[in-house]
Structures are given as C-alpha cells and as structure tokens.
C-alpha cells in the first residue's frame, strides 16, 4: 500500500477504523464521540459507519467509561475509551489503578484487560485550566499499565492498533498540540513495535530523549545545535512503560551524555526514571550527569505563559550546553 | 419493621402473607434445599471467624444474619446469569458453586482473587467500594451487543451507596436500559456508620430518580428476596431494564473480625434484630406447613458440621504460595520488569534468603 500524507488526527481516525474493521469486538467509548465526532474529532464518521452500539457517546462519568469498559473486557469486547482530555482522566483513576491495572493478576490470567484509553495529553494549544496536563507518570508508576505515546502520524496511526490489540491495558497519550500536523503514514507496514524507542535523528556528542510533543522539540533543537557545531542523537521514546532502555543505552554508550525532555514537572517523572536507570546501566560511559528538561514544580500555569513553562528550544540548547560543559 | 412498602412473604413468626405482585413460587422441597444453603453457609461463617481467632485467617467478613437476603437472591439466578460481588457474598459463591476453600483463599492471605471467575460466572471480590457496579454495568452492557438472554446481578451494601462508582452505574444502567439488577443489602451500617448518615430517604427510592424502579424487601424473609429477585432479572432478561431491590437487613455480627461493634450500637437492637432471623424463620415455616421431621434438621446440621470440618482441613492445607507466583499474570503479554524481578528473586531465593 502506498504511503500517504495526513494529520496525526485523521491517523488516528484511520488506525480506529481499521481496527474496528478487523475486529468486531472493538467498541469505542467516551463523551461526545459519536455525531461530533469527539472534541478533536478524532472518531470523526465512525459511529456513522459502525453504529451506536460499537461508537458508544457516553453519559459525562469517566469513572464509569473506564468501569464499564472493564465488564465489556470480562465479557470478551475490547473498548478504546476516550477521556476528553489529560485533566480528566482523575474520576477514572480510581478505576484505572484499583481494576484495569489488577484484575488479569487476580484472576490468575483468565480475564484480559485488552482496553486502550485515549488519553490527549500535554499543553500548547492556548487552553484553559485541566487542558494541558501531563500525567502520564502516575500511570507508568502502576505494575500492571503500560503507557505509550505518539508523535508522528505515522506512529499514531500504527501504534493505536497495536495498542488495541494488546492483552494488556494501555494508556494511550496522544499529544494534542500536534493533533493538526501533517506527516507521511505508510498505510502498509511499520517496522516498529508498540514500545520500541526510535532515533528520529542519528548523533554523536549528546543523547536527547523524549515523548509525544517534545520530539519535534528536540528535532528543532539538534538542527540549532549542528550550527553550533554540536551533534544531538534524538530518540522518541514512544514506549513510556515499559522504557526499550537497550536502545537507550546504544545510544548513551556511543555518546555519553544525556538529557530528557517532558513537559511533565520534573520531580518523580519519567525523566527521573530514565536518568536513574541510565545512570545505572551506562556509569563508566557517561561523561556528565543526566539532565532533565522538564515542566516546573507548579500546578500547569495560564496559557498566556505556559511557553514559559513548557520545554522550548533554548531551553534543551542550555541543558545540551550543561552536559557538554562536563568536558574537561 | 412495618413499612407498607417492604415486600414481605413470611413474617418473623414464620407465617405466610400474601403480598398482590409476588407470590412464592417455591415447593416445599426447594425451600428445604435452600434452607439447607443458609446453615452450611452460616456454619461456614462461624468457621472462618475461629480459623480467624486461631491466626488462620488475616481477616474475615461475617454474614449472619444476610443469609436469607443471599440465599434468596442467589437461587434466583440462571445458570448463564453473571454476578459481581462485594466481599461479603459467601452465600452468593455458594449458590454459584464456588468451591468454599476457594473463596476463603483471599482470607487466607494466598491469593487476590480465588477462583476461575468465567467458570462459576462470578466475579472476584471486589474490596473498593462500588467498583464492581460499575464493572457489572459494563458486563450487562456486552449482554446486550451480543444478544444473550442473561442478565446481571451486583451487589453493594448501604455504605456504597454513596460512593460515585455506583450512582454513576445507575445513570449507566438507566441511559443504556441495561440487563441488571443492583442488590443493595442494606445491614444499617458501613462500619460504624449507620444507613441514616448515606442517605435521608430510603435508599429504594433513589432508583426511581434514576429512571428504574426500586423495590424494598425485608431481607431476612429468604422467600421474599427469592421472588423479587428473580422477577427483577426476568424482568432484565427480557429487554425491561434495570431494577433496584434493597434488601433491609440486619448485620448481626461484625463489619469484620477486626470491628468492634458494642462501640457503636446497643445489644437491644441486636436483640430485636435476633428475633427475625432469617434461617429460624424458615425452620418455623418448614416445620408448621411442610410437617419437616426433626430427623430431617438434624441431618442438615451433622451435614453442615462435616462441612466445617472440612473446610478447616482444606484452609490448614494452604500453604504459603511460591513468591515467584507475585509475577504470575502481572501483565497477559512479555515485560522487562517482570522479567527481571523474577530474575533478581529467584537468585536471592537460590542463595537461600527465603522468607
């Protein structure tokens, strides 16, 4: 099949109906998903398509989308779930952590928890509060979830069926501020798996690291850095939980220096995570701490000021700089 | 307990009334068959409590006194009828042929679940408070895509009432006309917190505002929750909707071994309470309408006293569970964590620093 250009929104909206086309267990769930089509019109047509009873346009109860998907599990369907944004994902949690998270262990394997929730995560749209958050470590924390993110319409378009067809539950992030930007998908193959850490841009002085928005971040950031005579290696993580740390340390090992970008609040994030294991498994290869680039320590600011608190170019530029300084 | 709208259909004295939209449908030998139920599972209680007194069990959730509301509801269902419930239904997983040591395994502390829940159609446990309605709202859900004539059964006490878990499932269930019936047992207390503090109207009555009907039964009239119950799935099966029954009844015991009751409520309610008993109740009907022989309650007992017996062997023989079994379907497909955990355990218990 041929490769084809298009949002990372219709991506996903092609990824659904193909995996609604090949598996009529898979139902979708969430508020406002059917005749609008979802608030970023992700699921645009699809109730059209494949009815009210697989398009399914909920009472506005997250709790109870998250709930109700785990007795369609039990009962063999396979519900991707829509949270409307990453702000309301908390009425849900409950049942995320308490149910989704455990219930394969305490049925001793006979139950498969095979629900995806969609999860628009991340700021940079001028939104208002609860619209731009990034929450993906609370559910990378918890054994039992997995949690990815993509950041190309191409990924977008394969990872949500992969996600999909998972036994395991997964926290879908979707970066929303690049819901509308265009990128090549082929449509027949993807050389990936769902957690597979990809280097987006082969280099050699300095390791960058990141997930869903911040790739094309980095992106920008390892262009202003070549003109400066300094060469990023940038790798998109898209596997949050678990990390493909090898393919990290590949990378760390040629080198040696690393920093990670997330628009989350740095303390006790993903970030964290990797540079603590990083350091670990590459000691004697690093030639400077890890940095993390990250949100600051506040409650996600007004819009008007949130380029201030989210990750921008110069900002990995001066981490890049610090982690260079180490150079005796 | 006179309350017009209770659905009654023996009093505590063990006589019949008529009630004008369910009658007993039961034969006599049904009912001694269910009767039968209510002693091993409260025997089985009594059981649990001593095994838990002994240090044998971590905990347990006493049910005297809602033998009659389980029974009732439990012999209702059909065969391909699923339920999910609280940690409280012991006579619902005997009804639904849960093997006894296999639902004492959670006490026991060896297990998060128990038992294969798609075999006996009964869900596992569910400890967090009105989790499981939700989840059973969903089960009904699937029902109604795949066309089955089954329904559902959940269950929650008073105390969950008020948890969100469960009014969201009745807005669910209403919007979506689903095929369940929510059985809330109503035992007066969440704990220490008495029904008046979850609600100011009688709980029954919320259904309504939902869209649903609801039914208030005396639970510890076995006969009562029997047709209620099965009206109400019948009801589901059939493409009518949800229904909610609150069964009122009494929590004799314990919230669990590790409550402390006298500090909250006065031995003379329990008194009251111990006079509507729910299995004397029937000990009364069977011996004046059914001429039950004492031969015949004595087998029983010796049966349930064999039972006991039993079970405390079969809970002894459970032993500690291999700590490489905590990896065991943490996640249905491969995970590096998984991996290496077991890997990092299974070298400290070769090295033999074992617990």
Redesign the interface.
Known sequence: MATTTMTMAKALNEGLRRAMEKDPKV?LMGEDIGKLGGVFRITDGLQKDFGQ?RVID??L?E??IV???????????RTVCEMQFDGFVF?AF??IV??VA?????????????LVIRLPFQGGIGAIEHHSESPEAYFAHT??L?VVSCATPHDAYWMIQQAIE???PIIFCEPKSRYWEKGEVDLGHSPHGLYDAVVRREGSDVTVVGYGSSVKTMLRAAEAAQDEGVSLEVIDLRGIA?ID?PTLVASLEKTGRLVVVQEAPRSTSVGSEIVAELTERCFYSLRAPGVRVAGYHVPYPPARIEEDYRPSVDRVLDAVDRVMGYES | MIDEELVQLLTPEGERVAHPDYACTLSGEQILSMYRDMVIVRRLCNESTSLQRQGQLALWAPIQGQEGAQIGAGRALAPMDFT?PTYREHGIAWCRGVPPENLLRLFRAV???GW???KYRH??P?I?LG?Q??????????????GADEAVLTFFGDGASSQ??VL??F??AS?FNAPIVFFCQNNQFGISTPSSTQSKVPLFRRARGFGFPGVRVDGNDMLACYEVTKAALENARAGGGPTMIEAYTYRMGAHTTSDDPTRYRVDAEVEVWKHRDPIERIKSLLVREYQTKPAAFEAIHEEAEAFALKLRDDVLAMGRPDPLSMF??????P???IDEGRRQMGELLAQGSAH
């Open positions: 139902l009873d909920t009472p109860a709790s109870a709930g109700t998907a785990v007795g369609l599990a039990i009962r063999g369907y009425p409950d049942q308490s149910q455990k219930l394969h262990k305490r049925s001793d394997g006979v139950y498969t928890m095979g054994p039992g997995r998972s036994d395991d678990p740390f | 999910f297990s998060n679940g294969d829940p798609q869900h596992l569910t967090v989790n309605v939700l989840n059973a709202v969903g089960y009904a859900m699937g029902i109604q895509r795949d969100g878990d969201e499932s807005v669910w919007s065991d379907h943490a996640y249905a497909e995970h590096p964590l």
